[in-house]
């Protein structure tokens, strides 16, 4: 039987709990979680280093049209296509072999077979986007909950990276392998991920609801440290507490309980915060050495810029962390200030582009541009993956970020119709004159979230599910005293009934 002071003894160990102390109790929970992050670094490349391609010159005349000028450029329908390839495929999100994916994309001699092989690969993809979040959250304690849920933003990036490191390394290469080259570099992911997927421990939180109580504990034992072990039995009860008070809150958990409720402002939430890294700005990052080249860079200039742009984007998800952790900012206050500054540098972008043909407005956007993919990466772009983490039901998760996920990539397939059409020279060749657009939709989502984002650092999953049930609003979340209540914050019948007590005669 679990009692009020029990139960009030767990939540408040967990907030005593700091994050070098919770690093020792779960070293191996820490290094699984990022072993599920490689299959991300692997979507990151593939998104990357397909807009990349745009300014490759070899790539250019293999798939390319001669425009008037005397120069090649892909036109905008098969950007369009070979862009939505990856979405789409999130979008499906079926689990499907990423060795023989990459082998369409390896050997295809059109850009019609090349298509199929972005929609294949993004399958596989858009099923481990879904996993890895959903994973580190529910194997390490809420002190390692902001730290390991930001990797997966790192991962992203470390994809990206690569994957303009490699393009800008083979930028002058003419023949065929500038581009199979970077292809043939994917292999290797799928050969790391599924020689170590058989020894990885199952989530504690998905064996409870299974009813596989001794798989959990063994899971735990896996997960935390011989030497410095937390205690795993109390560990364990506060993973039953928080599944028996989701199940008092609702009994089933489909797809159809995410849009009911509570679950529908979680769902919400999710959906936003998410979406917000499609909307707000980051089309013009993933288009950042096309933009550059677009803009007036020559093309050796545009890869090393578009090399800054991601190595700038790892050294801002990195700074994350101690924003986190050391100063111990929150998850609303660190995403709201990233969507200030981000907001305020598109519009700057945009006014300095009014000026045609001006080579130093022109370094000045590749420049502004640079330093917004830091202050997203910083922010907006790690901050969204411990959102989603933490605000969906445990018993939900899954469900609720493979629809954040999806309405992600569906919102990427829009963009990516867009973009090409956007910035080609034959089409509306805005150039930095998307910042207006950008800028402006992202000031609309800043006003979204001054109302609708709450914060949930330093918050358990319990005390969460009782902050959403009790319709808290948003930006009253930081402040709502629960453990201070004279009285257990879940309410006395629902405690008893959580607890398995009898009440009172």
Not at 93 to 101: D, E, H, P, R
Not at 339 to 367: C, E, H, K, Y
Request: with cysteine; hydrophobic share 45%.
């Amino acid at each position: 039987m679990l009692g009020i002071e029990a139960t009030r003894e767990i939540t408040a160990a967990e907030h005593a709990l700091g994050f070098w102390p919770a690093i020792q109790q779960y070293p191996k929970a820490t290094l699984w979680s990022m072993f599920f992050c490689l299959a991300v670094v692997m979507a990151g490349y593939d998104a990357q280093i397909i807009s990349s391609f745009y300014a490759l010159p070899a790539f250019q005349r293999k798939y390319g049209n001669l425009l008037n000028n005397g120069k090649y450029e892909v036109s905008a329908p098969w950007q369009t296509a070979l862009g939505m390839g990856n979405p789409i495929g999130q979008v499906l999100g079926a689990l499907a072999s990423g060795i023989s994916l990459v082998f369409v994309q390896f050997f295809a001699t059109s850009v019609e077979m090349l298509c199929v092989g972005e929609i294949l690969g993004g399958l596989a993809y858009g099923f481990y986007v879904v996993i890895a979040p959903t994973y580190s959250s529910e194997i390490c304690p809420l002190a390692l909950r902001g730290f390991l849920t930001t990797s997966v933003n790192l991962a992203f990036v470390i994809g990206q990276f690569i994957a303009q490191g490699v393009a800008a390394g083979l930028e002058t290469r003419l023949d065929e392998w500038a581009y199979k080259a970077p292809f043939a570099l994917q292999w290797l992911w799928p050969v790391l991920i599924l020689a170590g997927l058989p020894f990885a421990p199952e989530s504690p939180y998905w064996l409870i609801r299974q009813g596989r109580k001794r798989d959990a504990r063994q899971a735990l034992e896996k997960l935390s440290s011989s030497k410095h072990r937390p205690d795993i039995d109390q560990v364990l009860l506060g993973i039953e507490q928080t599944d028996l008070l989701e199940r008092e809150f609702e009994a089933t958990s489909s797809y159809k309980d995410c849009l009911k409720g509570v679950h529908l402002v979680r769902t919400e939430i999710s959906v936003m915060v998410y979406l917000i890294q499609v909307i707000g700005g980051n089309p013009l990052i993933g288009y950042a050495t096309y933009f550059f080249e677009k803009a007036g860079l020559d093309p050796t200039d545009a890869f090393n810029m578009g090399v800054g742009n991601t190595a700038l984007g790892f050294v801002g998800t990195v700074i994350s962390w101690p924003l986190m952790n050391y100063f111990g900012f929150g998850r609303r206050a660190i995403y709201n200030a990233g969507m200030v500054v981000m907001t305020i540098l598109l519009f700057v972008i945009g006014f300095l582009s009014i000026p045609a043909n001006n080579r130093g407005a022109t370094w000045a956007m590749a420049t502004l541009m640079d330093i917004w993919t830091f202050a997203y990466q910083m922010t907006v772009g790690p901050i969204c993956f411990v959102i989603i983490s933490e605000i969906s039901a445990t018993r939900l998760r899954s469900k609720t970020i493979a629809i954040a996920t999806a309405v992600q990539a569906g919102a990427s397939i829009v963009t990516t119709v867009a973009m090409p059409y956007m910035l080609n020279t034959d089409e509306a060749n805005w150039g930095g004159k998307a910042g207006f657009l950008f800028g402006g939709i992202s000031l609309l989502c800043l006003v979204w979230c001054h109302f609708r984002l709450p914060e949930s650092r330093g918050r358990t999953f319990e005390e969460l599910d009782i902050l959403f049930q009790r319709k808290i609003p948003a930006r009253q979340f930081k402040n709502y005293d629960l453990l201070g209540e004279k009285e257990h914050p879940i309410g006395n019948q629902e405690l008893l009934r959580a607890s398995h007590m009898a009440p009172p005669i």
